[in-house]
């Protein structure tokens, strides 16, 4: 079992709606939690960063961390097409420096 | 605009062949990074480098090797040892602080001739 678990997709979703990406985690130590996206033949970029629980919004994007139920969620709201790339989740346990990967999940927004 | 550079964009390799990859930063960041991206998998640590002129294997080190004499430049190199080098490169940043994130560059896509 890996032990970050994220669904590779493709996601396929129409312009506008909600679109909620997910990960599922074994290490109850982990404590750090960042989203990427990462556009085709280029480097991931950071959308989200959270310390410990709870949710922390940045416009059209939402991330939530339920750590009793050791998952991960990043929301997009009015999803745009600009918004297709590769979603990627990392965890760390007390630094940055040994973060540990979700595969990604291919999201598509048809206009 | 502060950044990270990676060069080249592709590369390609003859059997038998060392090559090496390119990692510029101007961000003023102490810590650097070296994964490997593969299809359908996360990214996975090669090396990393926390201060100038010391560095320390990641999950996969075998078969590469790093230098970091400069704050600003941590070059990776792909030896003959590494079977299997085709994959996309990508070069990280971040500060020493735990709670900064890492900054990525645009990768470098090594191919076998």
């Known amino acids: 079992q890996k032990e970050v678990e994220q669904d590779p997709g493709p996601l396929s979703v129409p312009e506008g709606a909600i679109v909620s990406l997910n990960c599922t985690y074994s290490n109850s130590a982990f404590q750090y939690f960042m989203w990427y996206r990462q556009y085709s033949r280029k480097g991931p970029e950071l959308l989200m960063y959270t310390y410990s629980s709870g949710n922390k919004e940045d416009g059209r994007f939402t991330a939530q961390v339920d750590k009793s139920s050791k998952y991960i969620s990043l929301f997009i709201r009015d999803s745009q097409p600009s918004d297709s790339a590769t979603y990627l989740c990392a965890m760390s346990v007390d630094s940055n420096y040994q973060l540990i990967w979700g595969a990604g999940t291919k999201l598509i927004i048809k206009p | 605009d502060g950044g990270i550079t990676q060069s080249p964009k592709y590369l390609f390799r003859k059997e038998g062949q060392n090559v090496t990859l390119s990692c510029e930063q101007n961000l003023n960041h102490d810590a650097m990074y070296w994964y490997r991206q593969d299809p359908g998998q996360g990214l996975r640590l090669i090396y990393y480098s926390q201060i100038v002129n010391d560095f320390q294997k990641g999950d996969i080190a075998e078969g590469y090797s790093v230098s970091r004499e400069k704050k600003e430049s941590f070059p990776l190199t792909v030896t003959s040892a590494q079977k299997n080098p085709t994959a996309f490169y990508l070069c990280?940043?971040?500060?020493?602080?735990?709670?900064?994130?890492?900054?990525f560059g645009d990768g470098t896509r090594l191919s076998i001739l």
């Open positions: 990280a940043s971040s500060t020493q602080a735990s709670n900064q994130p890492q900054h």
